[in-house]
Structures are given as C-alpha cells and as structure tokens.
C-alpha cells in the first residue's frame, strides 16, 4: 500500500462520514429562488434538500476557484512550453555539433611518431 492511498484514506474516509452524516441531518428541503424582485414568490424557484443546496455550492466553489487558478497560471505554462522548445533546440544543436567534431576527428590525419 502506498503512502498516497493511505493518506486518501485516512483522509478520504472521514471526510465521507462527515459529508453521509450532515446529508442525514439536513434532509429538509429549502425553495431556491432565483427572482430577486419577488421574494415571497419568485417566478423561477427550485425545492431541494438543505444539504444539496450547501454540498452544489462549495463544488461550484471549487470549480471556480480551480478554474480561475488555472487562469492565473497560464503565463506560467506559456513559459515553460518556451523554455522546453528552446531546451530542445539546444539539444538538438549540442548532439549535431558533436557529431560534427566526430566527423571531423575521424577525417583528420594521424599524427606523426617521434621516434625515441
């Protein structure tokens, strides 16, 4: 078992038990109301249970946090993108420079002997 798996479960598990448990104690349902002119009796509303209004919004929560991090970042990733394409070049130029003094070695004339 890896150290990951284990962390997901020490974390993961409680964390399901909370969640199972407040779903339990919030089964009322709650009118959604998506008329802020008429409160009293909007003309779009939607009846959920107290625990699916709470547990949707901190998704949507952290779908727009992730979304707006992932935003955030892209400078970041256009950066890295450019410096593996120059990493690449130069590696590409670096082995083609190597096989060139290869080449060049191979093609140049022994040196003479010195007799002793």
Known sequence: MTLRRLLGGLIGV?????????????????V??????AP???ALSVTLPLFAVILVSLMA???????ASW????????EAKRRRVE??????EKEAARREV??????LPAP???AA
Not at 61 to 67: E, K
Not at 102 to 107: D, E, I, P, T
């Open 87 to 92: 990493t690449s070049r130069l590696e590409a």
């Open 40 to 42: 009293d009796a909007p």
């Open 32 to 37: 959604v109301g998506f008329d802020p002119f």
């Open 61 to 67: 929560g952290v779908v727009v946090g992730g979304v």
């Open 14 to 30: 409680p964390l399901a038990i909370v969640i199972v448990l407040f779903a339990v104690a919030n089964r009322q349902d709650v």
């Open 112 to 114: 003479p002997r010195h």
């Open 71 to 78: 935003l955030r970042q892209g400078k970041w990733r256009k």
């Open 102 to 107: 290869a080449s060049a070695r191979v093609a």
